[in-house]
Every structure is written in structure tokens, then in C-alpha cells.
């Protein structure tokens, strides 16, 4: 009886082993469940945050050297495109693209640090969508970041220093508003936007003397009652030559019936 006692504890604490065992599989499991679907999530969010940054921003890449024609004419630094300040512009060496080898990390890697890699129609294999190095953006090399890849890193990663804001569309112009089409605004330099009125409802002193269209529209008027007006005489002037022409006919007429003169004209 003794030995049975013993063999019943001993299988119980087993079971209890086992038991708890179990319990802690199947905690661990439950946890590493929870963990998995929180870093799903959360990798759903940061694919959503960075869709949503790449909408509202844009790249900018303002380096001089990273456009080789301004490298040409010796801007090898700074900022050119656009200059900068408030109102900065694009100078005219932007205008073929951010094509230098040295904005790209990967031909800097290759051994290409000068001259142009990736004009059209003659792309490296080094070339990629966008210019990569820190030191085409202005704003990362301002940080300290001259070497190296930026945007993306080499982590796939875009820092903040590759970006700019994407400039504000402009705000549509009503019909009959625009200050082009008024000639004393145009006269003004205002050629773009709303003017008669404004977007904030004001009605600029140019507006007053009409648009191109109310001008044409008055000419076409004034022409068409000067020429419909059927109590527009000949004049005075007009009046008396016609008297006076009518005179000499009959004079001629009366002389050739009489056999006096020459034949009537």
C-alpha cells in the first residue's frame, strides 16, 4: 500500500510537470502571436507615415555640385538650384539636370567623383532614379553630411535633410476675374491671379476701365449703330453738292432739248 502511495504521488507531481509545462508553451506562444501581429501593425504604419511623407514632400536637389554646368562656370558650392533666400530661382546652369557623378553614391563608389555620369541618353550603370549622395542636398551638407548616401542611406532610409516642402498649389482663379484680362492690371505688371476681384474680395482700381473683351464689345457696338442709323444724313456740305449737281443736269437736259448745247452727260 505503501509502494502505491508513492507511485500515485510520483505520477501526480509528473502530471503537474506537465501541466505546467504546457501552460508555459502556450503562454510563450500566445506572446510571441501578440509581439508578430504588433510589428505587423506597426510596419503597416510606418509604410503608411512614409507614403504620406513622400506625398507631402518633395526632393531637393539645390547643390551646385550636383549640376555639372554649374561646376563649369566654378559654383562648386552652395546652393543654386534653386539660389537661395526666399526667393530663390533656378539658375540657367540647372537646367540640364542634377547629372554630376558625385551626386550619385553609388558611381562615387565605382571611382566616378568628376564630371557628368547621368545625362540622358548616356547613364552610367551607376545611375540611379534620383541623385543619392548627401552632398547634392544643400540641406544635408549644411548638417555635416558631405560623404556618403542620404537619400535613400544605405539602410534604405530618407533622411529629413532630403526634403523640402512641396510648394502650395495655387488657388483656382473664377472666370471674369483674372487680372490678365484686364489692360490697366496687365499695364501694372499683374498678369497672374485674381484682380477683379481678389481672393479677398477687392476689387482693384485697374478693374475700372474694363476688360479686353467689354473694349471689343463697345467697338462693335459704336461701328454697328453708326453704320444702322437711318437718319444719318449726308451733311450740309454733302447736301449742297447734291443741289448743286442736280442743277447742271437740268441745265444740260434743257439745252439738248432746245438744240443749244451739247447732249445731256
Known amino acids: 500500500a505503501v509502494v502505491s502511495t508513492k507511485k500515485t504521488r510520483q505520477f501526480e507531481g509528473g502530471s503537474r510537470r506537465a501541466q505546467n509545462k504546457m501552460l508555459r508553451l502556450t ?90 555620369c547621368c545625362a540622358e541618353g548616356s547613364k552610367l550603370d551607376c545611375c540611379q532614379e534620383h541623385p543619392t549622395s548627401c552632398s547634392a542636398y544643400s540641406k544635408c551638407a549644411a548638417a555635416g553630411l558631405s560623404e556618403g548616401a542620404c537619400c535613400p542611406s544605405k539602410e534604405g532610409q530618407f533622411l529629413d535633410c532630403c526634403y523640402s516642402a512641396a510648394p502650395a498649389k495655387p488657388a483656382a482663379v473664377a472666370v471674369g476675374t483674372e ?26 482700381d485697374c478693374c475700372s476701365g474694363g476688360s479686353y ?36 443736269v437740268d441745265a444740260d437736259v434743257a439745252a439738248a432739248t432746245a438744240g443749244k448745247g451739247k447732249p445731256p452727260r
Not at 505587423?40 to 507614403?51: I, S
Not at 487680372?179 to 498678369?191: D, G, Q, R, T
Open 27 to 116: 503562454l510563450a506562444l500566445m506572446v510571441t502571436m501578440a509581439v508578430g501581429r504588433s510589428e505587423h501593425f506597426l510596419g503597416k504604419e510606418n509604410k503608411k507615415r512614409n507614403v504620406t511623407n513622400a506625398t507631402a514632400m518633395q526632393l531637393l536637389v539645390a547643390s551646385c555640385s550636383a549640376y555639372p554646368k554649374c561646376v563649369s562656370l566654378g559654383l562648386t558650392s552652395g546652393t543654386c538650384c534653386p539660389s537661395p533666400g526666399k526667393d530663390g530661382k533656378m539658375l540657367d546652369c540647372c537646367q540640364e539636370g542634377p547629372t554630376a557623378c558625385s551626386a550619385y553614391s553609388t558611381c562615387v563608389e565605382e571611382g566616378h567623383t568628376e564630371g557628368t
Open 179 to 204: 487680372c490678365a484680362i484686364y489692360p490697366e492690371c496687365v499695364s501694372l505688371e499683374l498678369k497672374e491671379g485674381a484682380c477683379c476681384p481678389t481672393p479677398d474680395g477687392i476689387v482693384l
Open 213 to 248: 473683351a467689354d473694349a471689343a464689345a463697345d467697338t462693335a457696338s459704336t461701328a454697328a449703330s453708326a453704320g444702322s442709323d437711318p437718319g444719318a444724313g449726308p451733311g450740309p456740305q454733302g447736301a449742297a453738292e447734291g443741289a448743286a449737281a442736280e442743277e447742271e
